[in-house]
């Protein structure tokens, strides 16, 4: 409580928050100060984006730092320190002024991720700091690493794929590292990718040429009920993975009485095994700024969030940029495209924690608190960001609502099933000839999703696909003539989850890949519900058991212990982590017969 601090630190801090006007702000205590009563200012929301500020120019979080942040905030210094420690991309501890993340989950652990930390660790000694990340979101292009760069000049920015020798000559002073150029996506259809390595991502004036806000002019055109209509009309389902239907969650909001109202873009992406939204943000921002801003209009929400996840560098540079440029075009502000209403959006950084894709986690993190999710009910429809009515969506399904808007729900609705209409963005990893982000109809078949990206490399049998992601399933060749569509998942056991299709040869160790996806659950628990918090600690030390020999009993009663934990797990925690925290080992287990579970 009493560490000051430093020149530096108050320089970023009031970076981000302007300089103290008074006392009372954190400034110079005057007599006039002592004697006014200060004006009721909730900034918390704020938080974050002070954490980032001194966690760049400095390289870490002091006492001093976090003490002045909380002066200015008003936030009580020790849930302050809860939040800061609660973000694997801050630390509360000096630290090098560069760290390493080296991705060691799944897309990149088959490509040489895990020789790549261990050889990088090894070498480095210390400084830089190297450090195992979770995945980076850079699967198509694996391995990935991602540098944070501390100072006045801070750099962060992310390599994919990722060769050894050039890092450590970069590190080591005897080479340049620069990053690639962002990939351009392979992709089977020309819808919500049409745009995608065509425009500029960084001019308005482009991106209305190739009919950027033309479907926000048919939004005002029609009106707020009519667009609500079109979307139900359309039966559009979230691509996030819950599949709740959009149209549903808009009407609830818009029906809400009183204001303000919030919508928010999810675009916190951290499904092992997920990029499309990376895609989408870095190769056409406007897009998701224009759907954002319809969903404002059609629900009533005079404000917009971005969440993106904090170790999406180039995406969130991107959408600053648009924003600033659509707000200077009239296309956000006080009166939207001149028609008499007014929305705009804030755009928000996450700083490394994957339970806030869960939209609860998510809006809490906003809040400037921990990002931990709340029980439900009540529902974010009556009570989300701020306790106010507020509808979320992850980047995909927004985008959708342009398509809809374009041809109309009912021609929307032709595409693809009756249960799952439009298209649908797959992520294609691992052992495929073209990784990258593909769009197809719903009802393809996995087989041909994966002809998509090529087939499988170098022609290999296929072994196993992780669908999903770490909260899918894994499915055997024989499988691979499943529809991908949300009503054939419900009725085959599988999920499409966020568009995952991690395809894996002969050459991966199953044991191995079931064992890092339970450290990953085990790391990203918030720790907040005792069936997650205790169940991902006792799910991984039963598999460690099995792998090392030293099993409670036999081995049959080990996997007996791990189908408890699951169910226990799946039934009880608050939130879609601990629900779906076993589902990929246990489908491994039960697919492939990994411990000899067979009768």
Same mark, same amino acid.
């Given at each position: ?45 704020l ?53 390493v ?22 070498e480095?000694?210390?400084?830089p ?10 699967? #198509? ?13 801070a ?12 890092i ?18 392979r ?5 919500l ?25 048919r939004?005002?055109?029609l009106g ?5 209509k ?7 389902l ?40 990376r ?19 059609a629900?009533?929400?005079e ?5 993106v ?7 969130t ?21 001149h ?9 928000r950084?996450g ?11 998510l ?7 921990r ?7 009540p ?25 809809i808007? #374009? ?8 595409l ?13 990893s691992?052992h ?10 719903h ?27 770490a ?7 024989d ?13 085959g ?17 199953l ?11 085990r790391?990203?628990s ?13 799910q ?7 792998v090392?020999?030293?099993t409670?009993?036999s ?11 699951a ?19 246990q ?8 411990f000899?579970?067979?009768?």
């Amino acid at each position: 409580m009493t560490a000051e601090p430093s020149a530096e630190e108050r320089a970023a801090v009031d970076a981000v928050l302007g300089v103290p006007a008074t006392g009372w702000d954190g400034g110079e205590r005057t007599e006039g100060d002592l004697r006014a009563v200060r004006a009721p200012e909730d900034r918390r929301t704020l938080l974050l984006p002070v954490l980032h500020a001194l966690q760049a120019r400095i390289g870490w979080i002091s006492e001093g730092g976090l003490n002045y942040a909380c002066e200015r905030l008003s936030v009580p210094p020790a849930e302050a320190y809860g939040v800061a420690t609660f973000y694997a991309m801050f630390s509360v501890r000096p630290q090098p002024a560069t760290v390493v993340h080296v991705c060691d989950d799944l897309a990149c652990r088959i490509r040489g991720g895990d020789a790549m930390a261990e050889r990088l660790s090894a070498e480095c000694d210390g400084d830089p700091k190297v450090v195992r990340s979770p995945c980076l979101g850079l699967c #198509e292009a694996a391995p990935a690493v991602m540098f944070q760069e501390a100072g006045a000049g801070a750099v962060s920015h992310a390599v994919a794929p990722a060769d050894p020798e050039q890092i450590l000559a970069s590190i080591h002073g005897s080479g340049a590292l620069v990053p690639p150029p962002a990939l351009a996506p392979r992709h089977g259809g020309e819808r919500l990718l049409r745009r995608v390595g065509v425009v500029d991502p960084a001019s308005l004036h482009d991106y209305r040429a190739h009919g950027g806000y033309a479907s926000l002019a048919r939004a005002i055109e029609l009106g707020p009920d009519t667009v609500i209509k079109q979307v139900t009309d359309a039966k559009l389902l979230g691509r996030g993975g819950a599949a709740f239907p959009t149209g549903v969650k808009w009407r609830a909001v818009a029906d809400q009485p009183g204001s303000p109202k919030f919508v928010v873009g999810n675009a916190d992406e951290s499904e092992p095994g997920t990029f499309k939204d990376r895609v989408l943000m870095e190769n056409d921002p406007f897009a998701l700024i224009e759907a954002l801003t319809i969903a404002g209009f059609a629900t009533g929400a005079e404000t917009g969030y971005l969440y993106v996840r904090g170790e999406y560098l180039r995406a969130t540079k991107h959408l600053h940029e648009a924003i600033e440029e659509a707000r200077g075009a009239a296309l956000l502000g006080p009166d939207v495209m001149h028609a008499g209403f007014g929305f705009d959006i804030e755009l928000r950084r996450g700083a490394g924690a994957y339970i806030c894709g869960e939209e609860t986690a998510l809006f809490n993190s906003i809040e400037g608190k921990r990002g931990e999710p709340r029980n439900k009910p009540p529902f974010p429809v009556t009570h989300g960001l701020f306790g106010r009515p507020t509808s979320i969506n992850n980047v995909e399904t927004l985008l959708n609502v342009l398509q809809i808007l #374009e041809l109309g729900a009912e021609a929307y609705a032709a595409l693809g099933t009756e249960g799952s209409t439009g298209t649908r963005l797959f992520c294609l990893s691992g052992h495929v000839e073209h990784p990258g982000v593909y769009e197809a109809e719903h009802g393809i078949t996995l087989a041909d999703a994966i002809d998509m990206a090529g087939g499988p490399r170098d022609g290999a049998p296929i072994k196993a696909v992780l669908l999903g992601g770490a909260a899918g399933g894994f499915l055997g060749a024989d499988r691979l003539d499943v529809r991908l569509t949300f009503e054939d998942a419900r009725a085959g056991g599988y999920t499409l989850g966020s568009g995952v299709i991690m395809v894996l040869d002969g050459s991966v160790d199953l044991v191995d890949l079931c064992l890092r996806i339970s450290r990953f659950f085990r790391d990203e628990s918030c720790g907040q519900c005792v069936p997650c918090r205790v169940g991902t600690v006792r799910q991984e030390e039963a598999l460690v058991r099995l792998v090392t020999g030293r099993t409670i009993g036999s081995p049959a009663d080990e996997l007996g212990l791990l189908e408890d934990v699951a169910a226990v797990m799946r039934d009880a925690s608050i939130c879609g982590l601990g629900q779906t925290a076993a589902s990929a080992v246990q489908s491994a287990i039960g697919t492939f017969d990994l411990f000899g579970s067979a009768p």
